[in-house]
């Protein structure tokens, strides 16, 4: 007896949609998206609308798992920045894998949501304040970080 076994299909979709949709999460616009992705801009755009990416934009700041989403966008783009520049060392490289394995709990609410939160947003700080220079951008983390914060009091 053999075993009719189908090879998984990967295609762009399969690849690349995730981080499309964190990347849209955290601000950036599609055709900002289609410079990071070999994706046309026809194929994001049916993402968009499939995917319900406006809505879980509007969710970001209401709910963790979006709220988590954006923060991956932010932080695979900040550090591809820095892959491509060689600024990042292999302590650095470890922290981020700590911070992303973090967001990736707060995204399924796993666990204790308020733990998660606190310790995801503790590093993910100490991680901004050592590489985001452009003080209008760490407004905006800030901001979001905050809001997060009153949400999660108001929902508690």
């Not at 989403?69 to 520049?85: C, D, F, I, P, S």
């Amino acid at each position: 007896m053999t075993a009719n076994l189908k090879k998984a299909k990967t295609g762009k979709r399969d690849l690349y949609f995730d981080e499309a949709q964190s990347l849209y999460l955290s601000g950036k616009n599609l055709e900002e998206i289609q410079e990071f992705f070999p994706v046309s801009l026809t194929s994001l755009r049916r993402w968009h609308r499939e995917g319900h990416w406006e809505e879980k934009r509007r969710q970001v700041l209401v709910s963790p798992r979006w709220l988590g989403e954006a923060l991956k966008g932010l932080l695979r783009e900040k550090t591809g920045r820095l892959l491509v520049k060689g600024e990042l060392k292999t302590p650095e490289l470890d922290e981020l894998t700590k911070i992303f394995t973090l967001i990736d709990r707060l995204c399924s609410q796993g666990f204790d949501l308020r733990g998660a939160a606190l310790e995801v947003m503790d590093r993910f700080s100490e991680f901004l304040r050592g590489w985001v220079t452009d003080s209008e951008e760490l407004k905006i983390f800030t901001a979001r970080i905050q809001e997060f914060f009153r949400n999660l009091e108001n929902d508690g």
